[in-house]
């Protein structure tokens, strides 16, 4: 029986990948931080919670990662923990600098000490090619493995620390050390602070009558979006592989997040129709003649990252992935899910 170590566990992809991990009968050990309430996040309600070994530990503390490998002795270790909500790491940009950079060394640390010849996979992210976009060339058809970085946030730099480490330790040691650089995933699982979710999640409320409107940032951003569920897929695979490498996983698609919005509006029964511009731009409900979008500059970040666009032809060749979920078919789960969630708590 495989044994793998998941930092993370309690997040969106930490939960799905659990999951697989225990459907292919893996012995999953989970890395969960302390609170002062126990929370097990993704995993409460979940049959996947009752089959995990829980190790109590925090990713930025060396101590606990050597004791984490110590107990969990894994083949296998995928480090998704992080500070990843981007527009909280210009608030905290040194929490995020140590979590979700410098920490993934004091897993590798434990590993080389410890245990070298597990497979380890780094949760990498589009977040790194970030504003790059204006220095591709003409006929861009979405970044590669070898497309130059330009982190735009504290989380984006944090993440290439990370990203270069893990090629580093590949380098230095002969470790079998991978990077997936994911573009966005999102799912039913996905955090309400994420755009795509505070999207679902309002177009539900306001459908329910709980809410009348949601106010949201720059609606021109565009973003690769597939589902979780395919991504942590990609991640399994990996590390399947005879050869350590790095693979851009992506759907190969941008959409704005003004479309995101349209399709979650109709996806719960609304039809959008937009008036004015810039920061007096609003979202109207056509049939009732309600605004349900505003715009609060409060949601603009200091940098944008404006186009993200992925070829994940690499992963498609080698290791055999394809991603299921389409964009619409991603939107109206988590819009019927939120519509679920919403009229259970309402009544
Ligand atoms: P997520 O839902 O925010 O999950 C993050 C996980 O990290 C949570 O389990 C969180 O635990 C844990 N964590 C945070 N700080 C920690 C610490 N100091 N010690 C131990 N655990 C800690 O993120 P996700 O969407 O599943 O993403 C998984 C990974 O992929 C992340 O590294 C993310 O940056 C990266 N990534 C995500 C995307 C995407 O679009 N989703 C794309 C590219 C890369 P709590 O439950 O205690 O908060
Ligand atoms: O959903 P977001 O917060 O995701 P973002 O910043 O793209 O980061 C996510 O994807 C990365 C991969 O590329 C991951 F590495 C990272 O961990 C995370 O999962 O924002 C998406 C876009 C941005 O351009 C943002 O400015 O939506 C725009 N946006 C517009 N209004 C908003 C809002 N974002 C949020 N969170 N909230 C808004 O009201």
Redesign the pocket.
């Known amino acids: 029986m495989k044994r793998a170590l998941i930092t993370g566990v309690t997040g969106?992809d930490g939960s799905y990948l659990a999951e697989l991990l225990l459907s292919e009968g893996y012995e999953v050990y989970g890395l969960v931080r302390r609170k002062s309430k126990l929370d097990f996040g993704n995993l409460e309600g979940t049959e996947a919670l009752g089959k995990i070994h829980i190790i109590f530990g925090d990713i930025t503390d060396m101590a606990a990662m050597l004791n984490a490998v110590k107990i969990s002795q894994p083949d296998e270790v995928y480090n998704l923990a992080?500070q990843?909500?981007?527009?909280q790491s210009f608030r905290e940009p040194v929490a995020s600098a140590n979590i979700t950079g410098v920490a993934a060394v004091n897993i590798l640390e434990a590993l080389r000490t410890l245990k070298p010849d597990a497979k380890y996979y780094q949760?990498s992210?589009?977040?790194m090619f970030g504003g790059c976009i204006d220095e591709q060339p003409v006929g861009f058809d979405g970044y590669i493995e070898d497309s130059p970085f330009h982190p735009r946030?504290p989380?984006?730099a944090a993440?290439l620390y990370a990203h270069w480490m893990t090629k580093n330790y590949r380098e230095s040691y002969g470790m079998f050390a991978c990077s997936g650089i994911?573009?966005?995933?999102?799912s039913e699982r996905?955090?309400h602070?994420?755009?795509?979710?505070?999207?679902t999640s309002a177009a539900a409320k306001i459908k329910l009558g709980i809410i009348d409107c949601?106010?949201?940032?720059?609606?021109d951003?565009?973003?690769?979006w597939g589902h979780s569920k395919d991504y942590v897929r990609a991640m399994y695979l990996m590390l399947k592989q005879q050869k350590p490498d790095d693979y851009v996983i992506a759907s190969h698609e941008t959409h704005t997040?003004r479309e995101f919005a349209e399709l979650s509006f109709k996806a719960a029964g609304m039809n959008i129709a937009w008036q004015g511009s810039g920061t007096d731009e609003i979202g109207i409900d056509t049939d009732s003649g309600k605004t349900v979008i505003r715009i609060?500059p409060e949601?603009?970040?200091p940098a944008?990252?404006?186009l993200?666009l992925g070829d994940p032809s690499k992963a498609e060749k080698i290791l055999g992935w394809k991603r299921e979920i389409s964009f619409n078919q991603m939107i109206n789960n988590m819009v019927e899910n939120d519509l679920r969630i919403v009229s259970s708590e309402s009544r």
Request: proline share 0%; aromatic share 12%; no cysteine.
């Open positions: 969106q992080a990843s909500f981007v527009a949760a992210t589009s977040e946030s989380y984006g993440k994911l573009f966005n995933h999102e996905r955090g602070e994420f755009v795509t979710r505070k999207i949601v106010e949201l940032g720059n609606l951003a565009k973003r690769d997040v609060n949601f603009y970040r944008e990252v404006d993200l």
